[in-house]
């Protein structure tokens, strides 16, 4: 890209950053060699003439999508081996430049369906199933999720009944609300799907082959065929087909899938760690935890989603930002870049921040998910817990922050923000389901609740509390050390004092209800709100600690250092300025260090203005994932909007066909069928 074809206000911009973007950005990547790598990747990807003919997402049918999905899926499939992509990260940096917020029609195949049978299956099982899984002749997805239920899975209600006569499972759909509903890929593309259902034993085998469930051990996971592997028919006491038109996801066939006594073999009950034995004695797992694995790497791959569906977000509105000018601020003078508004700022700069803390927690999350999957495989399951809740927490908490944050950062982009030519409708339709699948982000927080509570229980036993949450047991300070510095070491000391005092009043809440006569589920009920806030300060807290501990140990030059810490500090001072009420309730904080918070924050927008477009052009969004006429890295916005408008398919022809069946009519009155109405 020439400096001439930049937008002069946004090659203005680059030129007064205070930092090398290229520092930051071998920073956020590993250092320069995989940055090296994943430009390569998206080079190649972005030149390919195969993708450059395809119809435009916004302007394609949901049939069109889909067909789209799964033919960017075959060359995808053929380009791995071809541009020698190794590994899951170039798999991802290719596929997120030819396939951005399109989750293709056979991701599930590979993020859950594989990983269920590799992590859940026996050796046996995944010699079975595994080599036709990758080579694709098993095509296969995830169905969990029912119509009537969802997040709570022991209320899950189709049922695998063993039949130790034949040695086989029977499985159906008992109910209208147990057919299952939402799994992707269900509808028309996979042939096997991976069912999560109530395992019954000991039942009584009764004429025509019906049998009477006998004795429940809960939620397990089965192998079924759906489609012939022949001609893709389905299957006898199969139902299967697509759930309809979606708010977004057009490249995926979510479906439904109702079961009519189906039998499948035993062994194609997922048995590495609980079991049923050929006379239908049932072996529990050692731990229950150990079926976490998958929900953990689910969920730690969610909050990388959050940071890069924010980041992008970011990437469009600040540039745009920075190349729109609007109104005057003195009579006849220039218009200024909206970007100077402070009003802009406060919108933008904290989202900012808040997807540079998104990524930290996402490499976080990914560096645990990895470790923790080493220790399941050894049997070392006493960090699990923490995990899980953890792990909960954050798909809850991100991915929340992440679709809000989308939201504004279109407002900020006036009216063209609301045009797929923005870019910004696709990146929030993509991620704004994250707040509802793998467990809707409320429950999610109550789960982590849950652990919290035994935490301050042990606590209170006088237990020693693992990791993070030991801060739970520090005896806490009455009055914060905040002071005009405004320094990470107050902050987070504030951060733990609004979690701790959130949590305790949570606990006590329940403690009291209990003493008064009231059941613990009724009680919990009662406290779920204060248990929410309780979570959701935890979480709010990892992200900064979390944030704060990458800063101080940050290998990047001190320029870069200097402006990540205050992107640090932004995101820190401003969450406590947005959640005011819970660090004021108990007097910790004074009316003057508020003070100091909110004077902290706007001469925090002051340093990070010169450099804003800088810090999002440090996250390397090529022009060919944003597809965003505003966000584009060369600012010519409004020669972009005027294309894209003119490649509109309605504008294909001067006169629309409606002209003739609709308009003329009205215009001719006398001739027309309206005249009668």
């Given at each position: 890209m020439s400096e001439?074809s930049v937008?002069a ?11 090398d ?7 956020i ?6 940055v090296?790598?994943?430009?390569q990747i998206?080079k190649v990807a ?10 435009p997402?916004?302007?394609?049918s949901v049939?069109?999508?889909y067909e789209?999905?799964?033919a960017?899926?075959?060359?995808i ?6 541009l020698e ?8 940096y ?6 951005p ?8 195949h590979?993020?859950m369906?594989i990983?269920t049978?590799?992590?859940?299956g026996?050796a ?16 296969g997805t995830?169905a969990?999720?029912?119509m ?7 209320g899950?209600?189709t049922t695998?009944?063993y039949?130790?006569?034949t040695k086989?499972f029977?499985l159906n759909s008992?109910?209208?609300?147990s057919i299952?509903?939402w799994?992707a890929?269900?509808?028309?593309t ?5 069912v999560?259902a109530?395992l019954?034993?000991?039942g009584?085998c009764?004429?025509?082959q019906?049998?009477?469930p006998?004795?429940c ?5 089965f ?18 087909g697509v759930i ?6 057009g490249?995926n066939?979510?479906g439904y899938?109702k ?8 062994d194609n009950m997922?048995m590495r ?8 004695t049932?072996i529990k797992?050692?731990n229950?935890?150990?079926?976490y694995?998958?929900?953990?790497y689910i ?12 980041a ?6 600040i ?9 005057e ?7 200024p870049?909206?970007l100077?508004y ?22 976080y999350?990914?560096?645990a998910y990895?470790e923790?999957?080493q220790?399941i495989?050894k049997?070392?399951l006493?960090e699990?817990?923490q995990?899980?809740a953890?792990?909960a ?5 991100t991915s ?11 407002i900020?982009c006036?009216?063209?923000g609301?045009?797929?030519a923005s870019?910004?409708p696709k990146?929030?339709v993509s991620?704004v389901?994250a707040?509802t699948?793998?467990g809707e982000?409320?429950?999610?927080m109550?789960?982590v609740?849950r652990?919290l509570?035994?935490?301050?229980k042990d ?5 020693k ?10 005896i806490?300070?009455?009055r914060s050390?905040?002071d005009?510095h405004v ?5 987070v000391k504030a951060?733990?004092?609004r979690a701790?005092?959130?949590i ?9 209800l209990?003493?008064s006569?009231?059941?613990?589920h009724?009680a919990?009920n009662k406290s779920s709100?204060q248990l ?8 709010h807290?990892?992200c900064?600690q ?11 030059n ?12 932004l995101y820190?001072v401003h969450g406590?300025?947005e959640n005011?009420?819970e ?7 004074s009316?003057?260090?508020?003070d100091y918070?909110q004077?902290?924050m706007?001469k925090?927008?002051?340093v ?5 477009v800088?810090l999002?052009?440090a ?8 597809q ?5 890295y060369?600012g010519q ?5 005027y294309d894209?408008?003119k ?6 022809t001067?006169?629309h066909?409606t002209y003739y069946?609709?308009?003329?009519p ?10 009668k109405l």
């Open positions: 001439q937008n206000d946004l090659a203005k911009e680059r030129l007064n950053a205070t930092f973007v290229e520092n930051l950005t071998n920073l990547y590993g250092g320069p060699e995989k090296e790598r994943r430009r998206h972005g030149e390919d003439p195969f993708y450059k003919k395809l119809k997402w916004s302007y394609c049939e069109e999508q789209n999905g799964l960017k899926h075959n060359h499939k053929e380009s791995v081996d071809k992509l190794n590994g899951f990260e170039d798999l991802y290719y596929k997120s430049c030819v396939t917020h399109e989750p293709g029609p056979l991701d599930v590979y993020g369906f990983p049978i590799e992590q859940q026996t046996e099982q995944k010699e079975k199933w595994l080599a036709s899984a990758y080579s694709e002749e098993i095509k995830y969990q999720t029912e009537g239920h969802g997040t709570f899975l022991r899950l209600e695998a009944t039949d130790p006569k086989e029977i008992p109910t209208l609300t299952k509903y799994p890929a269900l509808g028309k996979t042939n096997h799907c991976v999560v109530q019954y034993t000991q009584t009764h004429v025509a019906l049998y009477t006998g004795t051990h809960g939620i397990h996971t192998m079924l065929q759906t489609r012939s592997l022949e001609d893709h028919s389905v299957l006898p006491g199969i139902e299967v309809g038109n979606k708010f977004g996801f490249t066939d979510n899938l079961i009519t006594n189906v039998r499948i073999p035993r997922l760690y609980s079991k049923v034995l050929e006379d239908g049932y797992p050692k229950s935890k150990v079926s694995g998958v929900m953990v969920r730690s791959m969610i909050v990388k989603q959050a940071f890069q569906a924010l992008e977000a970011c990437v469009i509105s540039r745009y930002s920075a190349v729109r000018r609007q109104s601020t003195v009579p006849g003078g220039i218009e870049q909206i100077d402070q009003t802009q700022q406060y919108r933008l700069f904290p989202l900012l921040a808040t997807a540079y803390a998104l990524y930290f927690a996402g490499n999350m990914s560096t990895s923790g999957s220790k495989e049997g070392q006493e699990l817990p995990l899980h953890l792990s927490g954050l798909k809850a908490f929340y922050a992440a679709s809000a944050g989308v939201e504004v950062c279109r900020c006036g009216g063209h609301y045009s797929h870019g910004l990146i929030y991620v389901p707040c699948y793998e982000n409320t429950v999610m109550l789960q609740a652990y509570m035994k935490c301050y606590k209170q036993q006088g237990s509390l693992p990791g993070f949450v030991s801060y739970i047991a520090e806490p300070e009455k050390c905040m005009e320094s990470f070491n107050c902050l951060y733990k004092h701790a005092r959130l305790e009043e949570a606990a006590k809440q329940m403690q009291s209990i003493q006569g009231s059941p613990a009724e919990w709100v929410f806030w309780a979570a959701n300060a935890h979480c807290l990892f900064v979390n944030f704060v501990e990458n800063v101080e140990r940050s290998s990047g001190s320029k870069t250092n200097e402006v990540l810490k205050a992107v640090c500090q820190s406590i300025l005011l009420g660090f004021i309730h108990d007097g910790f904080l009316a003057q260090q508020v918070l004077k902290a706007f925090l927008f002051e990070i203005r010169p450099n804003a800088a999002v052009d996250f390397d969004i090529p022009d060919q994932v944003l965003s006429c505003l966000g584009r060369d916005v409004y020669q972009a909007l894209y408008a490649m509109a398919p309605m504008n294909q001067e006169i066909s069946t609709h308009l003329r009205l215009m001719n009155p006398e001739t027309s069928n309206y005249s």
